[in-house]
């Protein structure tokens, strides 16, 4: 019913609806607000060729799986960061979320995905051949932090990579479960209680850095 | 904080934002998405094309004011429809709002806004200059149709038309305010309600066509 539209226009509007969580509602109205002014238009040849240039400039980092420009990643090659520690997550995401939480100066690797054999998503396919390898190589590494979520496939995951990773006597961790900072018992989920009852600890002692 | 990433990432990233409704944390979403596989990749080439194509070759319809790539748009060109019948609406949404109602056959004028004089919105802004010269020239049209949104600046809009439009001897009409169908009178605003028994309607009579 779009047909009162110019070809290019439905087309843009058909192609931002490609896009997680942009429906036909939201991407009518991405569609007009880019093409609304002179200003807006600007934005519009923005966007398309910052589009352009990431798509065809990123690829991921052959040492730790992160987006990239170059083979190997800015984080990967900063020397200031403490190579004998390397931290595990699923998620291009999960490093920012760790780098904004400013407690962690050791390297990353980034499975792009997590253990899922239903849906076709083994150890290859989230680059465990390609740690398992660097473990092989690198020496400098003493622990490795296993951040995977906790949802069932995480935990999955983190076992198996705990399985992997032994024969090389290296430390092995886990981020901690618990109650979040702020939370109030009273609205956290029973769960969680139940794991942060397990995990407590004792006052003033912490796991050893 | 994002100076884990490349600055290529990290300007799609920030352009991205410029799209209205999309925050940071929505921003890396989507360009972790259109990054992620080299499909999402194809998806993210083919934006950027559609964007610039449609930011390059999308202008206004010199006749009705809606988007179009070519001077007078398909719409106002479609000698099927009612050349008598003329809607005044304020956006493009609205207009493709009118054409999924099916209930009209004739032609638009697009306001691409409303009368707001604090913002610098006069009736030059909203076209009306080019829709005086219109009706001055067309005498086909017979009937003017005012479909402005029912909100103050809306209603001032319609009412500034109405007075223009009066000395063209052209009948003039406004959607009819009420309560909207599949509307339970215990759910819609009491505005709604009191605007609905004020502009009552005798049973089986219509406003003629």
Known sequence: MN?????????LIKTLQYLPGIGPKSAQRLAFYLLDTPKNKTIA??????????ATAIHYCKKCRNFSETDICDLCNNKSRESRLLCIVETPSDVIAIEKSGGYRGHYFVLRGRLSPLDGIGPEEIGLNL????????????EIIIATN?????EATAYYISELVKPFNVKITRIARGVPLGGELEYVDSRTIAEALNHRVNVDVRIED
């Open 150 to 154: 906790h949802t069932v496939e995480g």
């Open 45 to 54: 040849q923005e966007l398309s060729k910052a589009l352009s240039d990431a």
């Open 3 to 11: 047909s009162c539209f110019s070809p290019l226009l439905e087309h």
């Open 131 to 142: 740690l398992a390898e660097q473990l092989k190589n690198a020496s400098e590494i003493q």
